[in-house]
């Protein structure tokens, strides 16, 4: 029997009265401590370093990067209006100490290509941990944070190299040296059309329109007064171009949120009694990894269609407590399943396009079913964006786990092709 709720408009309940719950805890200690500093110094490393060796331009290229980086962040955090998972404000997506971690990491590597970049990496990918580990974000927040200031950073940084370059070279029987002077060495223009990777973000919104979680008491969290804190959506999406007839693509969806409503009457709830007038807390994860290869199955000079199969992953975790945080329960699973999937192109003109993608799958009582569409024009030969729409929902049904969600999405998609 499902459990009844009366969706009262609560609004976000204050981090004061809920301290007590574990799902709504800030946890601030050490790491996230380090993490803020580390924000701090990654990208300043960048600046520094290419005053250092007096590479003027480089040091220009972060300062845009990084300014760019903070004013699409800080826009869009004002724009979703999202709480943070501790509910202490709504400025959850994206992360901001995120993206600026990730504006030096990806500046030293885009613009020195050195192995400072690994390192750079790693204290950026730590900042966005910690932001996590202490409830300040979701993991949608970090993974749209540092792909802003990824993609940022290629639009603003040029490789650096310099315009003095020595070769050697053969005069007669004796080595020799050759110089040369390039003007424009320092220029990333690529004419070249024909790339085998690209990196997509998306980001948007979402509406959760099913939630149904447990066996022989279910709950529906989509019945939260789920309009009172957005759902928001990113997705990572890289596709390397195997041969002219084969790609692979890896698809990164964290789908999370909290929610919070008051029960009309006792229910039970994972073993724990839930009293009536109640004001229950929820955490949602469900983060999906899709492993997706296919195969060119037709194509003319305006029409593409792609097949093939793939492999699709699921980490779902449902958390629940009452205000005081004295019932917490928590049930999580990873599920995996094979999946079909296919994508059909349409070029309306050399910028515009469209393309139509379905992913299937089907194991007993295990469902997953997802289809999207795109519109997409060309920027450039490396830069494309458009508007992305679609809907998702998947059946995971276990013998002690139950999980049925569904939601729409819909957004802006920024693909850069190398």
């Not at 003027?56 to 999202?82: C, E, M, N, P």
């Not at 613009?111 to 900042?127: D, E, S, T």
Request: glycine share 8%; aromatic share 14%; net charge neutral.
């Amino acid at each position: 029997m499902k459990l009844k709720i009366i969706a009262l408009s609560l609004g976000l309940v204050s981090q004061q009265s809920l301290a007590k719950s574990s799902i709504i805890t800030n946890y601030s200690d050490k790491v996230s401590e380090v993490g803020d500093w580390v924000q701090i110094i990654v990208p300043a490393s960048g600046f520094f370093s290419a005053l250092a060796i007096e590479d003027y331009d480089g040091a220009w290229q972060v300062t845009k990067g990084v300014a760019a980086t903070s004013a699409i962040t800080h826009t869009l955090k004002f724009g979703f209006g999202r709480f943070r998972p501790d509910a202490s404000s709504p400025n959850s997506f994206p992360s901001g100490h995120t993206s600026a971690a990730f504006s030096g990491a990806a500046f030293i590597d885009h613009r020195y290509h050195n192995y400072w970049a690994i390192p750079a990496y790693g204290a950026a990918a730590f900042v966005g941990f910690s932001r996590v580990h202490a409830n300040k974000h979701f993991m949608d927040d970090v993974l749209a944070g540092a792909s802003i200031a990824t993609l940022t950073s290629l639009y603003f940084t040029e490789p650096h190299q310099g315009k003095w370059q020595a070769t050697p070279a053969q005069v007669g029987d004796n080595p020799g040296v050759n110089f040369s002077y390039h003007p424009d060495a320092n220029s990333n223009h690529i004419t070249k059309t024909d790339f085998k990777y690209s990196y997509q973000l998306n980001i948007g919104a979402a509406n959760n329109t099913q939630n149904i979680n447990g066996i022989s008491n279910s709950i529906d969290l989509s019945h939260f007064n789920g309009n009172e804190n957005p759902h928001t959506f990113a997705a990572a999406i890289l596709n390397v171009q195997t041969t002219k007839a084969q790609q692979l693509q890896l698809e990164f969806v964290p789908f999370e949120g909290r929610t919070y409503s008051r029960l009309s009457h006792a229910n039970h709830f994972l073993g724990k009694e839930f009293q009536g007038g109640e004001t229950l807390v929820s955490a949602y994860r469900l983060w999906s990894l899709h492993s997706d290869y296919q195969f060119t199955l037709a194509r003319t000079i305006d029409w593409q269609l792609h097949g093939g199969i793939g492999l699709s992953s699921q980490f779902v975790q449902i958390e629940l407590d009452n205000e005081p945080g004295t019932k917490y329960q928590n049930q999580s699973v990873s599920h995996f399943m094979p999946n079909i999937n296919a994508t059909s192109r349409y070029q309306f003109s050399e910028r515009w396009s469209i393309d139509a993608n379905t992913r299937f799958s089907q194991i007993d009582c295990n469902k997953l079913f997802e289809i999207n569409g795109q519109v997409n024009y060309q920027l450039s030969n490396q830069w494309q964006t458009g508007l992305f729409f679609g809907r998702y929902q998947h059946t995971i049904d276990r013998k002690t786990f139950f999980n049925k969600v569904a939601y729409n999405y819909g957004g802006l998609k920024m693909k850069y092709q190398f």
